[in-house]
């Protein structure tokens, strides 16, 4: 899969973590290095008796901080769990990493409690948008984003609840994948929604994210063949995915569908209300919110002045929630996401812009209610994918130099190898 060594690979990896100038310091929060090593080594040494664990043997991965490790504290991004007790096993993703030959590298830095699509972090800093280092790079995988775009691994493991390995991704001009929920197991990941979590990873081509999304899903590795593009039939939901684009993302957008149709796929505008009933039921609080408060009640009521003030007022809104409405809201989010899988079964995905603006700049989400409009914004696209159970995979546009922009795929759930196809046909029709 590699022409160098593993071992020169996780070389020139931990030298641009550990580069002074660079954002090695706030994008990994524990570097792993001698294991990284020996693991490394052991790779180079199956390497040369022709021995294989598969695709990702020897790929230098690094871990959304909130995966367990054994014997290892899990923060999550925050200070609040410094006395919890050290994680008793690895998360089940991460001892599938381990046995496919994977060498992690690093523990990656994120925003607390993965609530939030900016990707700042007040407790062990912000890393840089490698494309602008005066801007986010996008969350809540914000250090995966930044450590996949800087060098510092080949694939980052993070989570995505509402957009947060997508969003990153757009924003730091590399790919990032959602999965389909049940596919690849949360355990052993902090939560933040027990409906809406997924585990998924984001790297600098699709064919790496389907090989690293195939280990953690228990999957057999599979060969990547591109779908042929004169055979696909992409549909655009028009209103409000499409509003309020800003100049760039708008642009690309439409430079990105042109190009489609020249190489023969079928775009069709693809009314689609349902995605409006997404906000109907979350118009007084969303899942997250309910969700999150269950599981931080506890610690809130010991070290709430220690939570990032901006991820604690969203997990404080579900609070006063009563377990009826809850339940409605569960039994109705079924109900949509069963009639949303029949209304895409004409097409072979949806295509639309990742997010409607380019990463802000620090400046631009100084006050909390400049960050709380600008993290709407982030999230606006992406969130439908995890409210209706679909996969979705975010593609970086061609850039000239302009700030990074997102093209995101989303099909039905289950169809995660055809999405990784029709990614990988698209991908490929961008390098040309």
């Known amino acids: 899969m590699q022409s160098l060594s593993a071992r020169d690979r996780l070389e020139a990896a931990l030298a641009r973590i550990a580069d002074a100038s660079g954002e090695g310091a706030r994008t990994c929060l524990t570097v792993y290095a001698e294991a990284a090593r020996a693991a490394a080594d052991a790779a180079d040494a199956r390497a040369r008796v022709g021995v294989s664990l598969g695709p990702l043997d020897g790929a230098i991965v690094s871990l959304k901080d909130l995966f367990d490790v054994a014997g290892e504290r899990t923060r999550a991004g925050s200070t609040a769990l410094r006395d919890a007790a050290p994680a008793t096993a690895d998360a089940p993703v991460v001892r599938r990493l381990r046995a496919a030959g994977a060498v992690i590298v690093a523990r990656t830095n994120m925003v607390e409690f993965a609530f939030s699509g900016v990707g700042q972090n007040p407790h062990y800093g912000t890393p840089g948008n490698p494309a602008d280092r005066t801007r986010v790079p996008g969350g809540s995988s914000s250090g995966a984003a930044v450590a996949v775009a800087d060098g510092m691994c080949e694939v980052a493991i993070g989570t995505d609840t509402g957009g947060s390995t997508r969003i990153p991704a757009a924003l730091c001009g590399v790919v990032g994948f959602k999965p389909t929920q049940a596919r690849v197991p949360t355990d052993g990941a902090f939560p933040l929604s027990y409906t809406l979590d997924s585990v998924g990873p984001i790297a600098r081509t699709v064919a790496a994210c389907a090989a690293a999304d195939a280990v953690m899903a228990g999957d057999d590795a599979w060969t990547l063949e591109p779908a042929p593009l004169g055979n696909l039939r992409l549909g655009i939901p028009p209103g409000p995915p499409l509003s309020d684009l800003d100049e760039t993302v708008s642009a690309r957008f439409a430079a990105a569908t042109a190009a489609l149709e020249r190489a023969g796929v079928r775009l069709s505008d693809e009314r689609i209300p349902l995605l409006e009933d997404m906000g109907r039921v979350q118009a007084r609080v969303s899942l997250s919110s309910i969700e999150s408060y269950a599981i931080h009640r506890q610690l809130l009521a010991l070290r709430a002045d220690e939570y990032d003030p901006r991820v604690r007022a969203r997990i404080e809104m579900g609070r006063d ?88 795929l989303i099909a039905r759930a289950g169809e995660d190898r055809r999405l990784f196809q029709i990614a990988a046909a698209i991908e490929r029709l961008f390098a040309l």
């Open 321 to 408: 929630v009563p377990a009826a409405d809850y339940i409605d809201m569960l039994r109705e989010r079924a109900r949509l996401v069963a009639a949303m899988d029949i209304r895409l079964s004409g097409l072979d995905a949806l295509v639309l812009p990742t997010c409607p603006i380019v990463a802000p700049t620090t400046a631009e989400v100084a006050s909390t209610e400049a960050f709380f409009a600008r993290n709407a914004r982030l999230l606006r696209n992406t969130a439908a994918a995890n409210f209706y159970g679909l996969c979705s995979i975010s593609l970086p546009l061609p850039r000239d130099g302009a700030l990074p922009v997102g093209l995101m």
